[in-house]
């Protein structure tokens, strides 16, 4: 009854008081005394001496019930006696009187096996039961019992015995025996039990036959095909040391003895998971599995990140052992993972080409494409103050034809697919788009950086003008017409007033942002360096300045963790091909603050999701559709074009 301390006190009271209940039940899983119990039970209950808690164990009685011969004791397994019939033949005899003891006593050993049948006609019985009888009931799933038998029962849930239980009484046991033992061996065995008592002590009298009347952890081992536990100091001590010859060293080691390496991952799960309880609640590790000195030393020597990602490695690599291959390059895999992806690991980058460029060194003299637009002197005089200031319409149609003709650089296609931002002021609109302007310039003016840019380093607002008439075209309907005066892309977008006829349109130029160097504003104009891939992620979160050539990005620690030689050299290419070939870049870490291309964008999708739905609230349609059918707008469906 090791570790069943809960259920032995509460029928020591009851039976000190003599308040005792006509049906027990006894249950939990296999090998935890349930059977075992219901005889001592049966023992305190029919002693010479009385009723008592303490038997004797000398008179006739207890010396029958001990060598399994009381007759008042009557065993069933109702796992071979499951039909009606027997159940009536148990009933009918419940009436006798008892022949020996004082009680008669009835152990019904895995209960749940009986049949409905066999439960109605047991149910009248077990309810009123003569004074003379007790039910002991025993079973592993007590959830297939009905709530009526379940209800006219003193239930007692008999728990799994922990490894610490489990060892502690192997060695007790094996001390009065006098057999040499080592103590990693009984933790072995704790272990492999699983909770049960019974099949411990199996385990140990097959472990003694196997090694020859003592106890060794190696011979252990080998009896259960699993590994000692001091393999597994061995395998966590080589992935906290980052050394990876150590560890395919010791699984090609452990591999001889041809384990299972889903067993092996799953004590890597149990340790890490111990590990960062020790980590979170210092002192909360147990010594249930025996390694409690090694749980509080790896808690000081891994950090939070590494147990963490060592527990979920390991996790999934349990879950694809089914689907590899072959099991040990499954389990080669899941560990080497965890080496490979351990923060503040030093990665290898693959070889580059020779035309890659050092983040530091200045690359070769290439054309710069900004130079075309914006004298170099300008540039150089004004590295950062410079803005542009749009032509007048009539020199914007004047250029017009000039400017297809030298083939000016075409806007990128984000810039040209993209229509305005509603917050943006657009000239010459009325009626309800011009509504529509002043409700999304209020959204705009509780977040002026998305606007004028201001609050970052290099303020510039988008400009707006009318563009020249379009051409004419076979087909009727307004045609976007891109004018430029500059070199600067620019995007048209045609907006139509609901007054005016449906054949009339208003094109309005909107700046893209994709001019020269001077008019450069990192957090509007980051996508039209084209970065693309993980180096443009990681740099759409950093913080830009410009000071002459030297171009510095302030990016947080989570970010700039991730951000390799390789990811810096992309966004160097990038720049050097905006600004020339002379800039270098700095990057260092720190807080990035709200200046970052992505904290804009999603400032300008906020924006944009707002304006389309006060479009869609303000819509005369939308309005009549709602009054005349009751209808509502579902604000989730709403998306901007």
Not at 133 to 138: D, H, I, R, S, W
Not at 242 to 250: F, H, I, K, T
């Amino acid at each position: 009854m090791v570790g069943q301390e809960h259920v032995l006190q509460a029928l020591v009271h009851a039976l000190e008081h003599k308040r005792l209940h006509h049906a027990y039940l006894f249950t939990g899983t296999r090998g935890v005394g349930k059977t075992t119990i219901g005889r001592l039970l049966a023992r305190c209950l029919n002693c010479e001496t009385g009723i008592t808690s303490k038997p004797c164990g000398v008179c006739s009685s207890c010396v029958e019930l001990q060598e399994g011969r009381f007759v008042d004791l009557i065993e069933i397994d109702a796992a071979s006696r499951t039909g009606v019939d027997d159940m009536r033949e148990l009933t009918d005899n419940v009436q006798y009187a008892p022949t020996r003891g004082r009680f008669k006593v009835y152990l019904i050993d895995e209960v749940h096996m009986l049949t409905n049948q066999s439960f109605n006609a047991f149910l009248k019985t077990l309810e009123e039961p003569p004074e003379h009888v007790k039910f002991l009931l025993a079973t592993t799933d007590p959830q297939k019992l009905p709530v009526t038998v379940l209800s006219r029962c003193l239930q007692f849930n008999l728990k799994r015995m922990t490894p610490e239980h489990i060892a502690g009484h192997l060695r007790h046991v094996l001390t009065e025996e006098t057999i040499p033992f080592e103590d990693p061996a009984l933790w072995l065995l704790a272990r492999a039990a699983d909770g049960s008592m019974r099949d411990a002590l199996s385990l140990t009298d097959q472990a003694i036959a196997f090694g020859n009347q003592k106890l060794s952890a190696s011979d252990v081992s080998s009896m259960l095909g699993t590994i000692d536990q001091r393999d597994i100091e061995q395998l966590v001590t080589a992935l906290s040391n980052n050394d990876g010859p150590a560890l395919l060293s010791e699984i090609r080691r452990i591999s001889d003895f041809a384990p299972d390496y889903s067993a092996i991952l799953a004590d890597l799960l149990s340790l890490f998971h111990r590990v960062t309880m020790e980590q979170v609640v210092p002192g909360s590790a147990d010594n249930a599995l025996g390694d409690v000195e090694q749980v509080q030393t790896l808690a000081k020597q891994l950090s939070a990140e590494d147990a963490q990602l060592f527990y979920q490695a390991a996790l999934m690599g349990r879950k694809d052992l089914a689907v590899t291959p072959d099991a040990r390059m499954g389990f080669e895999m899941t560990l080497l993972r965890m080496l490979a992806f351990r923060p503040g690991t030093d990665r290898r980058e693959p070889p580059t080409s020779s035309s890659s460029q050092p983040v530091n060194a200045a690359p070769k003299e290439e054309p710069d494409p900004s130079a075309q637009s914006a004298p170099a002197e300008v540039a150089e005089s004004h590295p950062v103050t410079q803005t542009h200031t749009p032509e007048p319409s009539a020199e914007a149609e004047q250029r017009l034809s000039a400017t297809e003709t030298a083939k000016a650089p075409v806007a990128p296609p984000e810039a040209v697919q993209k229509p305005p931002l509603p917050w943006e002021n657009q000239e010459g609109d009325t009626g309800q788009q011009a509504e529509l302007d002043a409700y999304a310039d209020s959204l705009a003016s509780q977040s002026d950086e998305l606007d004028a840019g201001e609050g970052y380093d290099q303020p510039a607002s988008p400009s707006v003008q009318l563009a020249p008439e379009p051409e004419p075209e076979p087909e009727p309907g307004p045609e976007p017409v891109a004018a430029s005066g500059s070199a600067q892309p620019s995007t048209s977008v045609t907006h139509t007033v609901p007054e005016a006829d449906a054949d009339e349109a208003l094109t309005v130029e909107t700046n893209a942002g994709a001019g020269d160097a001077s008019d450069f504003n990192w957090p509007r104009d980051f996508r039209s360096l084209e970065i693309a891939g993980m180096p443009g992620n990681l740099a759409s979160h950093a913080a830009f300045q410009r000071d002459g050539d030297l171009i510095t990005l302030t990016i947080d620690e989570g970010h700039a963790r991730l951000l390799t030689d390789r990811h810096q050299t992309r966004i160097l290419e990038a720049l050097t091909t905006r600004f020339g070939a002379s800039v270098k870049l700095n990057v260092v870490e720190g807080d990035a603050g709200d200046r970052t291309p992505a904290i804009w964008e999603e400032r300008a999708r906020v924006a944009r999701q707002q304006a389309a739905e006060y479009a869609i609230h303000n819509d005369p349609a939308v309005k009549s559709i709602v009054e005349r059918f009751e209808g509502r707008v579902v604000e989730d469906s709403i998306k901007p074009v």
